[in-house]
T-cell receptor, first 120, second 113 residues
Framework: AQKITQTQPGMFVQEKEAVTLDCTYDTSDPSYGLFWYKQPSSGEMIFLIYQGSYDQQNATEGRYSLNFQKARKSANLVISASQLGDSAMYFCAMRGGLASGGTSYGKLTFGQGTILTVHP | DAGVIQSPRHEVTEMGQEVTLRCKPISGHDYLFWYRQTMMRGLELLIYFNNNVPIDDSGMPEDRFSAKMPNASFSTLKIQPSEPRDSAVYFC???????????FGPGTRLTVL
């Protein structure tokens, strides 16, 4: 079974500073994918960044980067130069790979989320 | 390009009534997912389809819930009869292959009185 843990219910950061949102995962699948989504107060789910388990380099997308430490089973999201518009709920998610077989392939398991508040 | 489209955006109904939620995935996407989000349980996968075929419905709470995908551009999630504990935001998402990111619709906020 796959499990995602986000241990920070809430985080605060000053505008223009960097912040790290923690995510740890558990899976026995050798191939998997890790995703981060943002959910602002308006409610939509916005895809931010993806990391494949076999990717050699950490994923980056603009101000977002994923600090992937495979041995520690962690996939922390780093947001650089925080902006007021970054205030939102952030979800880490994992999907199984082809080795999951059957019905696990393609399924996303989400963590409980971290509420990020950016202060001016 | 249009994203995932869901309707209605808000639904208020009385206990015992039938509720039908609708979803149009992004054109060309072959995976479609239905999620439910509540404060208590977070985001839960209810069911997902690949090429219009249901692959895993283990997340469907009970027989009152059913989902169909009659073609590649339309899916429904039906609750009959509805109960107050079904109140939640229901998201539809689609993806191009099971490996890639899922794109979510705006959600349907369901309130069952």
């Amino acid at each position: 079974a796959q499990k995602i843990t986000q241990t920070q219910p809430g985080m605060f950061v000053q505008e223009k500073e960097a912040v790290t949102l923690d995510c740890t995962y558990d899976t026995s699948d050798p191939s998997y994918g890790l995703f981060w989504y943002k959910q602002p107060s308006s409610g939509e789910m916005i895809f931010l960044i993806y990391q494949g388990s076999y990717d050699q380099q950490n994923a980056t997308e603009g101000r977002y980067s994923l600090n992937f430490q495979k041995a520690r089973k962690s996939a922390n999201l780093v947001i650089s130069a925080s902006q007021l518009g970054d205030s939102a709920m952030y979800f880490c998610a994992m999907r199984g790979g082809l080795a999951s077989g059957g019905t696990s392939y393609g399924k996303l398991t989400f963590g409980q989320g971290t509420i990020l508040t950016v202060h001016p | 390009d249009a994203g995932v489209i869901q309707s209605p955006r808000h639904e208020v109904t009385e206990m015992g009534q039938e509720v039908t939620l609708r979803c149009k995935p992004i054109s060309g996407h072959d995976y479609l997912f239905w999620y439910r989000q509540t404060m208590m349980r977070g985001l839960e996968l209810l069911i997902y389809f690949n090429n219009n075929v249901p692959i895993d419905d283990s997340g469907m709470p009970e027989d009152r819930f059913s989902a169909k995908m009659p073609n590649a551009s339309f899916s429904t999630l039906k609750i009959q009869p509805s109960e107050p504990r079904d109140s939640a935001v229901y998201f539809c998402a689609s993806s191009l292959s099971g490996l890639l990111e899922q794109f979510f619709g705006p959600g349907t906020r369901l309130t069952v009185l």
